[in-house]
């Protein structure tokens, strides 16, 4: 009963260094997608897929790569981390592109000195 | 763009009492679905509770119901017989029908008083 699954659970990284959020669930859902959380903010929208082989950008793109290779996995990379990008992140999915509610991960921690 | 606001960034409440969290939004669409989340220390996101746009009826589960007023945008969430393990952060989210997007709320932290 794993669901979604998010790797690692914490991380610090220094300016400049680059690095990969895993993200991956077993409910063979289409729609994946990852947010990142911010205080007085709520969730913010990074990216999302609404199937293997597609990505789009969400509200706060920049500075992220995603990529969609299976139905299970969507990893979030971060190409040369910025201390503006210290944040939670989680990645959620759902059956499909309209139906049901977001499953979420547990979240990731990220630090950026 | 679609817009959700929470006007109360803390709540307290006593152990058994009742305490309704409230939500604004502002959309320009008919069809769209609401959330209430919450997420305790664990920062594990829990739904608890969603609204269809086209249903009239108020959602319930267990103790938790909404105030859904589609005309005023409006969407509180009431806990009645509070408990300690009601004590999280909730969010009010916003996703418009065939919408790649959820659109949340900064947020209410909630206290439970024993």
């Known amino acids: ?69 299976t139905t299970e996995d969507f990893p979030l990379r971060l190409l040369s981390a910025a201390p503006s990008q210290t944040s939670v992140y989680f990645c959620a999915s759902r059956p499909d592109r309209n139906t049901g509610e977001l499953f979420f991960g547990e979240g990731s921690r990220l630090t950026v000195l | 763009a679609q817009t959700v606001t929470q006007s109360q960034p803390e709540m307290s409440v006593q152990e058994a009492e009742t305490v309704t969290l409230s939500c604004t939004y502002d959309t320009s669409e008919s069809d769209y679905y609401l959330f209430w989340y919450k997420q305790p220390p664990s920062r594990q ?6 609204q269809e746009a086209y249903k009239q009826q ?49 947020g209410t932290i909630l206290r439970v008083k024993s």
């Open chain 2, 45 to 50: 996101m829990i739904l608890v509770i969603r």
């Open chain 1, 1 to 69: 009963n794993a669901g979604v699954t998010q790797t690692p659970k914490f991380q610090v990284l220094k300016t400049g260094q680059s690095m990969t959020l895993q993200c991956a669930q077993d409910m063979n859902h289409e729609y994946m997608s990852w947010y990142r959380q911010d205080p007085g903010m709520g969730l913010r929208l990074i990216h999302y897929s609404v199937g293997a082989g597609i990505t789009d950008q969400g509200e706060v793109p920049n500075g992220y790569n995603v990529s969609r290779s």
């Open chain 2, 58 to 106: 108020n959602a319930t589960e267990n103790r938790f119901s909404v105030n859904f007023q589609k005309a005023a945008k409006s969407f509180s969430l009431k806990i009645s017989d509070s408990q300690l393990g009601d004590a999280a952060m909730y969010f009010c989210a916003y996703r418009r029908e065939y919408g790649n997007k959820l659109v949340f709320g900064a």
